[in-house]
């Protein structure tokens, strides 16, 4: 071959990788978009079957773009291969010395090791283990230990990503996490005046509903009124002043972020304590366990391969943010900050893999951030790679099944994406994407990854979504 054939055939080769890139959106999507009233520059894509990766739809896949909760899929197919299917997170009681009779001299140590199935129940029945095995005092208080995770307790100082911190999605996570950091609060109303409570009732915690007005709407319209409470920390405890409206005749249980999680882990751990019949000194604090305290009871939380159905079918930001901080506790030096060795694990994962990590912004892993970035292309790359792992069956029994998980796929019942899909959605104000795998007509799987970012894209980007999906499933 001549030097003039040389360029030539690099030219037409240039022209076809050229025409992958710029493949012409389907009308139907261009319609829908049209009707959204979203431009074109606002949509990144890439869809092609698996067996055929050149053929299928591309468009501004090389562009980083906020990609939500289908960042979920990254943080869940790294912790796959790095920490393992049945990896666990864990709590231990311990003690830096044996107790003596049935009194323990110094403190008891509370070790938290992400254990996110660390409930109200489960504290019970490790602090009954310590009453069946003889222990009854505990002469130096409570020791709580959240240094698994560096820094210990990222809640503090953190800016809130809306205006509804208190919600169960916006919790941020730490190694203890006791009931998910959450209380729950029984809230209802009569023709006259609204009453609240905590459940359970642990000592020292009052609600005060006085200020909060009623009106004539819906029950289910309550959070229409929603405003944050006030706490007031005083002596006896604490007072939670709820504001704003609520229905008349309603009744509401809520899991609320309100107290602060170190007070409220006291506070019940010592009420079980007294209920099982010990007694406990003072002396509570957060610090490091002791090196060589020996293990009194423990609790194992479920393996991974099971907390990521609540990962990706519920879109669980506080679980997910959990998984991606052991992605860094498992890999980071004695001092490291947590997050970012979470973010070396994850980059060095994408380089191991052969796919190129530029533009690519992490910031907790769960999609609940202004800040995170990924190019459509390398969560394709992922998928791919994800696919031909030992580890794909976990992941694809976690991912949402179009029209069967969540409300968000039910408009398309009966079309022909009913349960021929497995998609993470994601969703922002200003974003709407979807990333997985769908079948086409010959029933032969594609991926597909498109990213809205837009404005008002997370109300108006739906049907530009169902459009892509119901065109790979008209696919021959």
């Known amino acids: 071959m001549n030097l003039k054939q040389l360029l030539a055939t690099v030219c037409c080769l240039g022209m076809a990788v050229n025409a992958i890139a710029q493949t012409p959106l389907p009308d139907e999507v261009r319609q829908a978009m049209a009707k959204a009233g979203l431009p074109e520059s606002s949509l990144g894509l890439i869809a092609f079957p698996l067996r055929d990766r050149d053929r299928g739809l591309r468009l501004r896949e090389q562009v980083p773009l906020q990609p939500a909760s289908t960042l979920k899929v990254v943080t869940a197919v790294v ?6 299917a049945n990896s ?22 509370v070790r938290g090791g992400a254990d996110n199935d660390l409930d109200w129940p489960a504290l019970w029945a490790m602090l009954r283990s310590l009453r069946e095995q003889g222990l009854r005092e505990i002469q130096g208080g409570l020791v709580v230990d959240r240094t698994m995770f560096k820094p210990a307790r990222l809640d503090i100082g953190a800016p809130q990503f809306d205006e509804a911190p208190e919600f169960q999605y916006n919790v941020i996570p730490d190694a203890l996490g006791l009931n998910g950091n959450l209380l729950s ?3 209802s109303s009569d023709a006259k005046a609204v009453s609240g409570r905590t459940s359970p009732a642990w000592p020292g915690i009052s609600v005060d509903a006085t200020a909060m007005k009623l009106i004539d709407k819906p029950c289910s319209s309550w959070e229409d009124g929603w405003q944050i409470p006030d706490a007031t920390q005083h002596a006896e405890g604490v007072t939670l002043h709820l504001k704003g409206t609520f229905p008349r005749q309603c009744s509401q249980q809520l899991e609320l972020n309100l107290i602060e999680r170190q007070w409220l882990t006291v506070q019940a751990l010592r009420q079980i304590w007294r209920e099982l019949g010990g007694v406990m000194g003072p002396g509570d604090r957060e610090t490091a366990t002791p090196a060589g305290s020996l293990v009194l009871a423990s609790h194992q939380g479920r393996p991974l391969a099971e907390l990521m159905r609540g990962m990706m079918k519920r879109s669980d930001n506080p679980l997910t943010r959990l998984v991606y901080l052991r992605l860094g506790a498992a890999a980071a030096g004695a001092d490291e900050d947590t997050l970012k060795a979470s973010e070396r694990v994850v980059r060095n994962w994408f380089a191991a893999k052969g796919i190129d990590a530029s533009g690519l912004v992490i910031e907790n892993g769960s999609g609940l951030s202004r800040l995170e970035r990924i190019k459509p292309a390398q969560m394709a790359a992922l998928l791919v ?21 969540g409300p968000r ?3 398309l019942k009966g079309s022909s994406s009913d349960g021929r899909a497995r998609l993470k959605t994601g969703m922002l104000r200003n974003v709407a994407a979807v990333a997985g795998y ?10 597909l990854v498109a990213m809205l970012n837009e404005e008002q894209a997370g109300s108006k980007g739906w049907p530009v979504i169902d459009a ?5 499933t008209r696919q021959p």
């Open 88 to 109: 666990r997170g864990r709590t231990d009681l311990m003690a830096a010395a044996p107790w003596s009779g049935d009194s323990l001299a110094g403190p008891l140590y």
């Open 79 to 84: 912790a796959l291969e790095q920490l393992g």
């Open 438 to 447: 769908i079948y086409d007509a010959g029933h032969q799987p594609w991926v």
């Open 468 to 472: 892509l999906a119901e065109w790979v």
């Open 185 to 187: 609060y029984a809230l």
């Open 409 to 411: 796929w039910r408009r």
């Open 385 to 405: 790679s994800a696919w031909e792992s030992p580890q794909a069956p976990e992941l694809l029994s976690s991912m949402p099944v179009a029209v069967v998980d």
